[in-house]
């Protein structure tokens, strides 16, 4: 599929106006997400790395985030324009002045998110939303034409440290010493067994009270 723009020129002969077109084709970029890992513990690095194929023109670049189900809106974390400028959304940029979100434009068409001290909070659906670019038009009306548009989406579980320690209070408890209890052996129960039936001695432990 082409498309085109076109602008109104004057020729020198007689300064009547022209039409001069610009084509270009279609964008086949796609794109791909990956993550230092799908599980993490709560206070460690979550990273992703945004890989951009098949480029032609210039890209910008926006993260979102939205919860595992995807029930509302996506939440922008930052965005990066063409000329790589990195812009944090009004919901994490206390947290990037604080070091920790940081967005970078690694290569021309690579891009990263890094979330330190990872919080429950962010737990959910990321994802990678790349547009291309081309100038269309003559000077000196030039202007940016968007061409193309792909994203990719990566999931991340965090992990909370009191779920990780939460001990077996059944482990825990203080014991005395073993008690002896005469059973049958079948399982009576303490009752007198059958005649013809042995006993066994056996050790039950007692908590403290």
Known sequence: MLLHSWVPTLTQANLCPSIS??????????????S???????????H????????????????QW????????????????REGTVWHSASYRERSSYGEIRVEKVRADTFSLSLYNALPGDEGQYSCTATEWLQAGTEP???W??????????????KTVGKLLQP??????PFRKFSRKVVERGGC?????????????????????
């Open 21 to 34: 077109f610009v084509f270009f084709s279609e964008s086949n970029i796609t794109v791909s997400l990956s």
């Open 141 to 143: 009306e030039l202007s």
């Open 36 to 46: 230092n890992s799908t599980e993490v513990i709560e206070g460690d690095v979550i």
């Open 189 to 209: 129960g303490g009752c007198t067994p059958p005649a013809g039936r042995s006993k066994q001695l056996i050790n039950i432990i007692v908590p403290f009270k």
């Open 168 to 173: 077996n209070l059944t482990l825990l408890l």
């Open 145 to 158: 034409e968007k061409i193309g548009e792909r994203s990719a989406t990566k999931t991340v579980t965090v």
């Open 48 to 63: 992703f790395s945004c890989s951009v194929y098949t480029t032609t023109g210039p890209l910008s670049v926006v993260w």
């Open 66 to 81: 939205t919860d595992k189900q995807a029930a509302g809106p996506g939440l922008e974390v930052a965005t990066i324009d």
